[in-house]
Structure formats: C-alpha cells, structure tokens
T-cell receptor, first 111, second 110 residues
Framework: GQQVMQIPQYQHVQEGEDFTTYCNSSTTLSNIQWYKQRPGGHPVFLIQLVKSGEVKKQKRLTFQFGEAKKNSSLHITATQTTDVGTYFCAFAFSGTYKYIFGTGTRLKVLA | NAGVTQTPKFRVLKTGQSMTLLCAQD?????MYWYRQDPGMGLRLIHY???????AKGEVPDGYNVSRLKKQNFLLGLESAAPSQTSVYFCASSYLYEQFFGPGTRLTVL
C-alpha cells in the first residue's frame, strides 16, 4: 500500500549544527504533515504542506514539499537541546482522514 | 480545556482478556483517531471516526473494535488480547487536519 519512508532513522548532532530529515513516497501525495514527539511524550503537530514546491518556515524550522509532491523535508538550523525528539511525517489519502505516518527520525542533540 | 484525555494510562492484561480504552476530547472536534506505536514502527492508524456514530478501518484494524456513541468520546476495545497487541496506544482528535494527541496508554499483554 501507499507509504512513506523517512531517512535517516537516527541522527546525532552537536548543539548548533544543522539537521535535516527526509520523507519520500513512491506515489504523489495530496498533503504532508510533520509532527514532533519528545521522549516519553505524545506527537505534536508542527505543520501541513499541500502545494507543489511549498516552503514554510517556523523560526529555525524550514519545511519543504517537493515539486512532484513525492517528497518532503524538515530542516532545523542551529539545533538546540530543546529540539531533541522524534520527527514524523504523515499524509492522508486524498479525500479521507486516513493517515499514514512515517517511521520517524530520532534526533539527539549533544551539548 | 483538558484537550484529549485517555483512560487508563497503564494496563497489564493476560492473553485472552478483554478491555476498553477510553478517549475523550473537549474541543468539539468531529474527527477522532486511534493509533498504536511500536518501537521502530512509527504510528499506525487502527480505526478512525469522522463523526458521531461513524467509524472506519485504518491501517491495522484486526483485533480491535471501536465505537463513537458520543461526539466527545471514542472507545477502543480489545475483545481477546494477544501479546502482539502490547503497545502504546494514542488517541487523537482534529477539527480539520491538525491532530491533537492524548498522552497515551501503555498496554502490556502477557
């Protein structure tokens, strides 16, 4: 079935370094969402992208949706210890509320 | 506003036992979801509901049943628990596309 692959699975960075996680699909997506889950916590919605080539920024976070709507990325500039957690992408089948989540990228920030 | 709450927080079952997980939201959201989260697997949708009295199957519905008798509540039932159902269960609700998650229920089936 339709699914998304997230890479990398894990990433350790020094505080202040940049971080990027990628979400790839073999088929065209109607939308892509990003969530953050802190260790021991629950997922928290970050953003949704729906347009081809869309780029959105939230402070140090930059989200992109590919031109072909088959991939997306989340880039964090100058990571901080508060960025620690697992980042998930997710999409809903067109016209439905049936969501599929990626396997996530676990980010560890070393102070 | 409490947001999304889940009951219980933790539970240990023996194989074959049944139980119901309760999810409640006070945001008047139409849409509600049940997910399970296993290590390395991300979140997988079990069942979801687009409104009171309606339910639909998600990605991994087998072994689970749900009911949405009231708009604010979404119940997840396990009729005969199996060790493969050991997981952390998250409920979520949404008005449109932004999902709000509850704190989760950690279930262990022995």
């Amino acid at each position: 079935g339709q699914q998304v692959m997230q890479i990398p699975q894990y990433q350790h960075v020094q505080e202040g370094e940049d971080f990027t996680t990628y979400c790839n699909s073999s088929t065209t997506l109607s939308n892509i969402q990003w969530y953050k889950q802190r260790p021991g916590g629950h997922p928290v919605f970050l953003i949704q992208l729906v347009k081809s080539g869309e780029v959105k920024k939230q402070k140090r976070l930059t989200f992109q949706f590919g031109e072909a709507k088959k991939n997306s990325s989340l880039h964090i500039t100058a990571t901080q210890t508060t960025d620690v957690g697992t980042y998930f992408c997710a999409f809903a089948f067109s016209g439905t509320y049936k969501y599929i989540f990626g396997t996530g990228t676990r980010l560890k920030v070393l102070a | 506003n409490a947001g999304v709450t889940q009951t219980p927080k933790f539970r240990v079952l023996k194989t074959g036992q049944s139980m119901t997980l309760l999810c409640a939201q006070d945001m008047n959201h139409e849409y509600m979801y049940w997910y399970r989260q296993d290590p390395g697997m991300g979140l997988r949708l079990i069942h979801y509901s687009v409104g009171e009295g309606t339910t639909a199957k998600g990605e991994v519905p087998d072994g689970y049943n749900v009911s949405r008798l009231k708009k604010q509540n979404f119940l997840l039932g396990l009729e005969s628990a199996a060790p493969s159902q050991t997981s952390v269960y998250f409920c979520a609700s949404s008005y449109l596309y932004e999902q709000f998650f509850g704190p989760g229920t950690r279930l262990t089936v022995l």
